[in-house]
């Protein structure tokens, strides 16, 4: 969430953010009255409470028929008492529920628009023209089918559409990818976990996933839990209702899990093989750092995402993301996109999001800087999001036989293996 004195100082900059990600600007005002009204029973109340004391103390020095009136007061008072305080308390409920719907605040520099809206910053590494080399890219399913890697058929007979297996060199891949990943943000000092992929509904919530990307997120109603999405939900909880000293700053985290995602309103998109799916595993990067370093933060992610992606020999591009197609927690996003041959574009395979002291404030995480104690800024980036990371190295590192040419900084977790060949049928 955001913070209310700002809201209060300086309105026409929340609802310039709001108006900015396509939401609703009149929530700006709503929540300002509501404030108001939080603040003024809150002063109504501490005033009734005031008057009660001061009274109480004159009751036991009266007689007679002063004294009758004076209990008669209290009766009234103590009325009065109850009344503001559930009138504060109705305010105050109000105001939370309607600052847990607004948006972070969308940083200046990020281009205003909807999803095609964004600005491409920079370009990496050849895209290959397969013409010249002689022969067609197959796409990353039959890729996977050859070299007996993905199953699409069993994985929907076992559980439905957007499901899959992956089979032999396929999930030697994934573990190499996972294994490499974990070598590259450890070597950059970050912690591995290993995350919960259940979490409570704080939890969720917290992290900004309980409103627009509520559809999104799939809820077990016996228990109460929701399956995460990405491991940036646990490790945002982490350190939930803690207050940490500042020279343990930066904490950064690299977590595995697996993440679930209902894909709702992607009817129709990336129906063939596995680029869009409900279920995946996921490297995340996660920090919490000083607010006044979240920006520097942001561009370190940025750049060992660009590091990662570069050592697997891809071709992609970042682009900063536009206000319209922001999560509710990010200011600012980049996404780095490698090129899919067979589509003809680039797709997103990974992504980092400065928060700034949004989660934190909701998560109740604050730093202890002297005698300050505040929020701090948390940030989120993809190291691998394992399927997507899959189809990009199956289709751009393709061979004209069918196989595949391993990326070097793979070949260890591949027993040495240079190349993935085409299984016998």
Known sequence: MIDLRLLREDPDRVRASQRARGEDVALVDSLLSADERRRSSGVRFDELRNEQKQLGK????????EKAELLKKAEQLKADVKAADAERDAADAEAHELLLRLGNLVHPDVPVGGE?????????????????????????????QLLGAIDVERGAKVSGSRFYFLTGVGALLELALVNAAIAQATEAGFTPMLTP???????MAGTGFLGQAAQDVYHLDKDDLYLVGTSEVPLAAYHMDEIIDAERLPLRYAGFSPCFRREAGSHGKDTKGIFRVHQFDKVEMFSYVAPEDSEAEHQRLLAWEKQWLTSLELPFRVIDVASGDLGASAARKFDCEAWIPTQGKYRELTSTSDCTEFQSRRLSIRVRDGKQVKPLATLNGTLCAVPRTIVAI????????????????????????EVLAPVAR
């Open 58 to 65: 004159l009751i036991p020095k009266a007689a007679g028929d």
């Open 394 to 417: 199956l289709e751009n590192h393709q061979l004209a036989d069918g196989s595949v040419r391993v990326p070097e900084v793979l070949r260890p977790y591949l027993g040495g293996r």
């Open 197 to 203: 992929a259940l979490v409570r509904p704080q939890s």
């Open 116 to 144: 095609e809206d964004f600005v491409t910053l920079e370009t990496h590494g050849t895209i290959r023209d397969f013409g010249a080399e002689g022969f067609e890219p197959k796409d990353h399913l039959e890729l996977g």
